[in-house]
């Protein structure tokens, strides 16, 4: 399988930034589920599987686009559910995705443009 | 009955939190507390979701089974990248206790076939009048077969995959031999090999000592293993009003 070029995201890691930038703008952070239905709405699509999206979550927070905290157990335990693990686009994630959008308009461009 | 409480819910949780366990065992315990502590969280927002959306609970239940089976391969991947990062200790027992499992899954296989095999036989052999009773090796080498397809389904769960294994043994010893001397009845090859190879007895029975001292070693190996590396976490779907934080 030939190796990705470093820098180059998948049409998948855009779509995430897209969508996590617009829930982040939102709620000041995103959880997974909150994203792959985000992303499920904004194109119409099935809800992304488990292992596709935690999969690309992980690998979006090592190579520091996105950065992720685990809800405080306190708020978790009043809400009555488990802990979210929160993501926050990183400033490296936003400036990634705006490169994006500049050279590659026409996937990105069909999505709501969410970086001023 | 909300769809987070209803039985359909819980069932799929519990199917795709038994998966996570799956593939994440073995893995550093923090990283794999990690991504179940993730996905439970992800089944829980799916199900209110679900409730909010008026999605019935059959539907919901699909709908993760679904997403847990599409991400399979993502999830294995995922295991690989993180072995790959993992301690070459960590990963060299991980690979050794796969491999041992493979070999003692293939003489399980190869035991249920050759039962399978002598059982298609016997039908045969009646059906055309080959045979008007059923031979007693015949019978044995069916009866092993259903024992080494009973520990092969036993060998699924980690627990009781050291007896599983232990149980094994029995039919890999004694199948070789039990399939040669019912196949003297019921096929006409099955005789002329037995009549111009005078060894095959002995032959059978040392392979098959040598598949059974597999099976015994591996059954030592995994009672010997720790319980809680075998058992890992266990897996619960908490109901409403129960959090788990």
Known sequence: MPRRRSGVLLPLELAILDAGSTLQAADGSFFGFGLARAMADQDGSALLAHGTLYKALGRMSEAGLLESEWEAAASAEAAGRPRRRLYRVTGAGEAALRASVRAAPSPIATTRPVIA | ?245
């Open chain 2, 1 to 245: 009955m909300s769809v987070e409480s209803s039985g359909h819910f819980h069932r799929a949780a519990r199917d795709v939190l038994r998966w996570t366990m799956t593939y994440t065992r073995g893995l550093d315990a923090g990283i794999a507390a990690r991504r179940q502590d993730e996905i439970a969280s992800d089944l829980h927002e799916h199900a209110v979701w679900a409730g909010d959306a008026g999605v019935s609970p059959r539907r919901l239940a699909w709908s993760i089974r679904l997403r847990a089976v599409r991400g399979a391969p993502a999830d294995l991947i995922w295991r690989s990248n993180v072995l790959r990062q993992a301690d070459p200790g960590v990963r060299l027992v991980l690979r050794a206790d796969a491999a041992l499992l493979a070999v003692v899954a293939m003489i399980g296989v190869l035991d249920v076939a050759l039962g399978a095999f002598v059982l298609f036989r016997l039908v045969r052999a009646l059906v055309i009048g080959d045979v008007h009773s059923i031979p007693g090796p015949a019978l044995g080498s069916i009866i092993l077969g259903l024992i080494a397809l009973l520990a092969l389904v036993a060998m699924v769960g980690e627990r009781q995959r050291a007896w599983a294994a232990f149980t094994l043994a029995v039919p890999a010893g004694l199948i070789l031999a039990e399939t040669g001397r019912a196949l003297y009845f019921l096929s006409a090859s099955a005789v002329v090999l037995v009549n111009r190879i005078p060894w095959w007895e002995p032959a059978t029975y040392a392979v098959g000592a040598a598949l059974a001292l597999a099976c015994v070693a591996a059954a030592i190996h995994w009672l010997r293993l720790p319980t809680k590396n075998r058992a890992g976490r266990p897996a619960t779907v908490h109901r409403e009003g129960d959090p788990r934080a």
